[in-house]
C-alpha cells in the first residue's frame, strides 16, 4: 500500500485557529480563566509535541498550570516505547477518576505514541469513560477542533485513525526554555528494528521543506535562543522523501552559516545512515556540537543481525574511526540493549568489547524488555532474568569506569558552557558536548548565557568547574 505524507494545508489550519477563538470566547463569555496541564512522558519528540499542545492550549484562552488538581483540561502525551512504562500511564489515567469528580466539568485527553495503538485505544474507548479525547499524532495539529467538539457537545472524540503522518508548518508553541529549543526537522521511521514500535505508531518517515527548519531555526536564534537540538527517530534519512536534493549533512551545513552565537545538536542518528560527509560536516563548521548520540545497541553481527540494525560492528567501528579522525575531540554515547532475545553470553562480551574499544563518554544502557507487537516479542529468550542483570551490571561497571576517566582528562582545562539552571543549589551549565558541569561559582542572572569554566573536578556523572 502506497503511503502518502498528508501536509496540512494553511485553510486547514486557519480553521484550528478559528476553532481556538471559539473556545476563548466561551470562556470569556463565562467569565472564567482556564487552565490546562499537560504531562509528558518519552522522548524529546514527545516535548516538542507538548510545546505544540501548550501553544494551541494558549491561543484557546487557558493558562497552564503544575499538576493535574482543579485544571478545566488535562493533556497526557504517552510513550509507547516501554511496556511497563505503558502500565504505569494507564495506572495515572485511571486514578484521573478522583480528580475529575473533584472537578466535573474537566477534560481529559490522551495523545502521543501509545494512541497510535488500536488496542489502546480500544481500552481507553471501553474501559476509561472519564477520558474525553484521544488522538495519535497524525491528529495533533486538530487538537482544537477535537476540544471544541467535546466541550460543545459533551460527546467523547477519537482521532486515531492510522494514516501515512502529517506536516503541519506554523503550529503554535510556547517554548519550555528561552535559551534551549528543540526544533522538529523530520517525523517517524522506516527502519522497523525488531524490537521498537516506534514505526507503527509515528508512522513513515517524512521531512520537513529545508526552508521550513531554517526559518524557523532562525527565528530562534534572532529571538536570543543558544542551544538548538534538532529532533528526528534517524535524522540521518532527513531528506530522503523529499527529493530535493538536500540530506541531513546540506541541512546541518545551512543552520550553522546562519548568522548569532548558538549551538547546533541533533538526535538521533542512526548508523547505517551516517556518512562521513555527516563527520566533516560537523567538523567544518563551529557551530555543530561535536557530540554524536549514536545507537550501537549490540557489539555483536549475529545480535544486530536479529535486531534488524542493518549494520556490522565493523562498519560501525569505521564509523567511529572516521569522526574522530576528523574530530578528535568529538563526545561519542550510545544506547546499548543487553540481554536481546536469544543473546548468548559470548555474544555480550563482543558488546563488553566494542565498549572498550570505543570508550564512549556516556552509554544509555537497557536490559531488553519485550514490546508487544514487535517481532522481537515473539523470538525464544532462553537468559534468565539473573543473567541479563549480570551482564548489565558488568557493562555498567565498565562503562562508568570509562566515563569518569574521561572526565578526569578535563580537569584543569578551560572549557566554554552554557550555563543553564540550578539543582540543588548548585548552578548547571553544559559543555559543547553536552557534559553536565556543576559550577563553584556564579549568579543566576548567568542563565541562559556562555560563559568559560575551568573544571575542577570530575566523576562519573558529571564535572565540576569555576567560572
Ligand atoms: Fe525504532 Fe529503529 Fe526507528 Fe530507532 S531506528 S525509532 S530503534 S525502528
Given at each position: 500500500?502506497?503511503?502518502?505524507?498528508?501536509?496540512?494545508?494553511?485553510?486547514?489550519?486557519?480553521?484550528?485557529q478559528e476553532f481556538?477563538?471559539?473556545?476563548?470566547?466561551?470562556?470569556?463569555?463565562?467569565?472564567?480563566?482556564?487552565?490546562?496541564?499537560?504531562?509528558?512522558?518519552?522522548?524529546?519528540?514527545?516535548?516538542?509535541?507538548?510545546?505544540?499542545?501548550r501553544g494551541m492550549l494558549e491561543q484557546c484562552g487557558y493558562t497552564m498550570q503544575d499538576g493535574e488538581e482543579g485544571a478545566d483540561v488535562i493533556v497526557i502525551n504517552t510513550c509507547?516505547?516501554?511496556?511497563?512504562?505503558?502500565?504505569?500511564?494507564?495506572g495515572n489515567v485511571g486514578a484521573l477518576v478522583h480528580t475529575k469528580r473533584r472537578h466535573p466539568g474537566q477534560k481529559i485527553f490522551l495523545c502521543g505514541c501509545m494512541m497510535g495503538e488500536p488496542a489502546v485505544a480500544e481500552k481507553i474507548r471501553k474501559s476509561y469513560v472519564h477520558v474525553d479525547g484521544v488522538f495519535s499524532t497524525h491528529h495533533l495539529w486538530e487538537f482544537p477542533?477535537?476540544?471544541?467538539?467535546?466541550?460543545?457537545?459533551?460527546?467523547?472524540?477519537?482521532?486515531?485513525?492510522?494514516?501515512?503522518?502529517?506536516?503541519?508548518?506554523?503550529?503554535?508553541?510556547?517554548?519550555?526554555?528561552?535559551?534551549?529549543?528543540?526544533?522538529?526537522?523530520m517525523y517517524g521511521c522506516n527502519n522497523f528494528c525488531t524490537y521498537c514500535i516506534v514505526p507503527y505508531v509515528r508512522g513513515r518517515e517524512r521531512s520537513r521543506r529545508p526552508e521550513d527548519v531554517i526559518a524557523e531555526v532562525k527565528e530562534l536564534v534572532e529571538s536570543g535562543c543558544?542551544?538548538?537540538?534538532?529532533?528526528?527517530?534517524?535524522?540521518?534519512?532527513?531528506g530522503k522523501d523529499l527529493?530535493?536534493?538536500?540530506?541531513?549533512?546540506?541541512?546541518?551545513?545551512?543552520?550553522?552559516?546562519?548568522?548569532?552565537?548558538?549551538?547546533?545538536?541533533?538526535?538521533?542518528?542512526?548508523?547505517?545512515?551516517?556518512?562521513?560527509?555527516?563527520?566533516?560536516?560537523?567538523?567544518?563548521?563551529?557551530?555543530?556540537?561535536?557530540?554524536?548520540h549514536l545507537p550501537f545497541q549490540a557489539g555483536n553481527d549475529r545480535v544486530l543481525k536479529e535486531m534488524n540494525r542493518r549494520y556490522t560492528a565493523a562498519q560501525y567501528l569505521e564509523l567511529v574511526d572516521y569522526a574522530r579522525s576528523v574530530m578528535p575531540d568529538i563526545v561519542l554515547t550510545s544506547?546499548?540493549?543487553?540481554?536481546?532475545?536469544?543473546?548468548?553470553?559470548?555474544?555480550?562480551?563482543?558488546?563488553?568489547?566494542?565498549?572498550?574499544?570505543?570508550?564512549?563518554?556516556?552509554?544509555?544502557?537497557?536490559?531488553?524488555?519485550?514490546?508487544?507487537?514487535?517481532?522481537?516479542?515473539?523470538?525464544?529468550?532462553?537468559?534468565?532474568?539473573?543473567?541479563?542483570?549480570?551482564?548489565?551490571?558488568?557493562?555498567?561497571?565498565?562503562?562508568?569506569?570509562?566515563?569518569?576517566?574521561?572526565?578526569?582528562?578535563?580537569?584543569?582545562?578551560?572549557?566554554?558552557?552554557?550555563?543553564?539552571?540550578?539543582?540543588?543549589?548548585?548552578?548547571?551549565?553544559?559543555?559543547?558536548?553536552?557534559?553536565?558541569?556543576?559550577?563553584e561559582n556564579g549568579t543566576e542572572d548567568l542563565i541562559g548565557q556562555y560563559a568559560d569554566a575551568t573544571i575542577t573536578g570530575a566523576n562519573t556523572w558529571s564535572l565540576m568547574g569555576k567560572l
Amino acid at each position: 500500500m502506497e503511503r502518502k505524507t498528508t501536509v496540512i494545508s494553511s485553510e486547514q489550519l486557519r480553521q484550528q485557529q478559528e476553532f481556538c477563538g471559539r473556545i476563548r470566547r466561551r470562556w470569556e463569555e463565562a467569565g472564567i480563566l482556564p487552565t490546562a496541564f499537560v504531562d509528558t512522558y518519552g522522548c524529546q519528540q514527545n516535548e516538542a509535541d507538548s510545546e505544540r499542545i501548550r501553544g494551541m492550549l494558549e491561543q484557546c484562552g487557558y493558562t497552564m498550570q503544575d499538576g493535574e488538581e482543579g485544571a478545566d483540561v488535562i493533556v497526557i502525551n504517552t510513550c509507547a516505547v516501554r511496556e511497563h512504562a505503558e502500565q504505569r500511564v494507564l495506572g495515572n489515567v485511571g486514578a484521573l477518576v478522583h480528580t475529575k469528580r473533584r472537578h466535573p466539568g474537566q477534560k481529559i485527553f490522551l495523545c502521543g505514541c501509545m494512541m497510535g495503538e488500536p488496542a489502546v485505544a480500544e481500552k481507553i474507548r471501553k474501559s476509561y469513560v472519564h477520558v474525553d479525547g484521544v488522538f495519535s499524532t497524525h491528529h495533533l495539529w486538530e487538537f482544537p477542533s477535537l476540544l471544541y467538539r467535546v466541550l460543545d457537545t459533551g460527546k467523547r472524540v477519537f482521532a486515531t485513525e492510522d494514516e501515512a503522518g502529517s506536516i503541519a508548518e506554523g503550529l503554535p508553541v510556547v517554548r519550555s526554555s528561552a535559551f534551549k529549543a528543540w526544533v522538529s526537522i523530520m517525523y517517524g521511521c522506516n527502519n522497523f528494528c525488531t524490537y521498537c514500535i516506534v514505526p507503527y505508531v509515528r508512522g513513515r518517515e517524512r521531512s520537513r521543506r529545508p526552508e521550513d527548519v531554517i526559518a524557523e531555526v532562525k527565528e530562534l536564534v534572532e529571538s536570543g535562543c543558544r542551544d538548538i537540538t534538532l529532533l528526528g527517530q534517524n535524522v540521518n534519512s532527513y531528506g530522503k522523501d523529499l527529493q530535493c536534493g538536500v540530506d541531513f549533512a546540506d541541512l546541518l551545513a545551512e543552520l550553522a552559516q546562519l548568522p548569532g552565537d548558538f549551538l547546533l545538536r541533533f538526535m538521533t542518528s542512526h548508523p547505517k545512515d551516517a556518512t562521513k560527509k555527516l563527520f566533516d560536516t560537523m567538523a567544518q563548521y563551529p557551530k555543530i556540537a561535536r557530540h554524536i548520540h549514536l545507537p550501537f545497541q549490540a557489539g555483536n553481527d549475529r545480535v544486530l543481525k536479529e535486531m534488524n540494525r542493518r549494520y556490522t560492528a565493523a562498519q560501525y567501528l569505521e564509523l567511529v574511526d572516521y569522526a574522530r579522525s576528523v574530530m578528535p575531540d568529538i563526545v561519542l554515547t550510545s544506547d546499548v540493549i543487553v540481554g536481546f532475545p536469544g543473546e548468548t553470553d559470548a555474544e555480550f562480551e563482543d558488546t563488553l568489547n566494542l565498549v572498550e574499544r570505543v570508550r564512549y563518554d556516556a552509554l544509555f544502557t537497557f536490559i531488553y524488555s519485550p514490546r508487544t507487537g514487535t517481532p522481537a516479542a515473539e523470538m525464544p529468550d532462553p537468559a534468565t532474568r539473573q543473567e541479563k542483570l549480570a551482564r548489565f551490571d558488568r557493562l555498567c561497571a565498565a562503562q562508568n569506569r570509562i566515563s569518569e576517566e574521561k572526565h578526569r582528562e578535563y580537569v584543569g582545562k578551560t572549557v566554554r558552557v552554557l550555563v543553564d539552571g540550578v539543582d540543588d543549589g548548585v548552578l548547571t551549565a553544559r559543555t559543547g558536548g553536552n557534559r553536565l558541569v556543576r559550577l563553584e561559582n556564579g549568579t543566576e542572572d548567568l542563565i541562559g548565557q556562555y560563559a568559560d569554566a575551568t573544571i575542577t573536578g570530575a566523576n562519573t556523572w558529571s564535572l565540576m568547574g569555576k567560572l
